[in-house]
């Protein structure tokens, strides 16, 4: 089982929907997460990071995090086509090696 | 202004060569890492060093080396041992207090092809 598993994608959502986006894992002693936004051929960007169970609010972004099921997700509001890129999920380890551990990403497409 | 610069941005490699990758960061940053990734696929994790002086192997150390003499800065070597050398190489950096609880930051990435 790998460690931050998400769904490939493409996902496609019409513009100005709420785009969903899911991460699941499975250390369940990991504390710190974060979601990164990735445009083709360009580096990763940091959009969102959250700790504690809930949601978190930040712009149109939404974070949410439930430690108990493992599973971390990030919801675009009123999604344009600039949001249209990959969305990449990483987490801290709670133990050990002190270095991010990322998915394979999900690619967002945002149609006109 | 403040951030993390790679280089070069491309970069071919002929068979049997070693090259060397930079990467330097003015954020005055404790942490530093390298990261591989092939195309729709994620990061994984190369090397990474919490101190200067002090590195660790990831998770495809195999056919790649790094050093951390100063903290600003952190280069990866790929040698010939890399047999699939071909992909974009990320270098991040993080303040890493301690706690774990610290964001990535990027620099724009080495994009290598062997020729």
């Known amino acids: 089982q790998k460690e931050v598993e998400q769904n490939s994608g493409p996902l496609s959502v019409p513009e100005g929907a709420i785009a969903s986006l899911n991460c699941t894992y499975s250390d369940r002693v990991s504390q710190s997460f974060f979601w990164y936004r990735q445009y083709s051929g360009k580096s990763p960007e940091l959009i969102m990071s959250i700790y504690s169970n809930g949601d978190k609010e930040d712009g149109r972004f939404t974070a949410q995090l439930n430690k108990a099921s493992q599973y971390v997700s990030l919801l675009i509001r009123d999604s344009q086509p600039s949001d249209s890129a990959t969305y990449l999920c990483a987490l801290n380890p709670g133990t050990g090696r002190r270095a991010l551990t990322f998915g394979s990403g999900t690619r967002l497409q945002v149609q006109p | 202004d403040g951030g993390i610069t790679q280089s070069p941005k491309y970069l071919f490699r002929k068979e049997g060569q070693n090259v060397t990758l930079s990467c330097e960061q003015n954020?005055?940053?404790?942490?530093m890492y390298w990261y591989r990734q092939d195309p729709g696929q994620g990061l994984r994790l190369i090397y990474y060093?919490?101190?200067?002086?002090?590195?660790q192997k990831g998770d495809i150390a195999e056919g790649y080396s790094v050093s951390r003499e100063k903290k600003e800065s952190f280069p990866l070597t790929v040698t010939s041992a890399q047999k699939n050398p071909t992909a974009f190489y990320l270098c991040?950096?993080?303040?890493?207090?301690?706690?774990?609880?610290?964001?990535?930051?990027f620099g724009q990435g080495t994009r290598l092809t062997v020729v």
């Open positions: 060093s919490q101190i200067v002086n002090d590195f």
């Open positions: 954020l005055n940053h404790d942490a």
């Open positions: 991040a950096s993080s303040m890493d207090s301690g706690t774990g609880n610290t964001e990535a930051f």
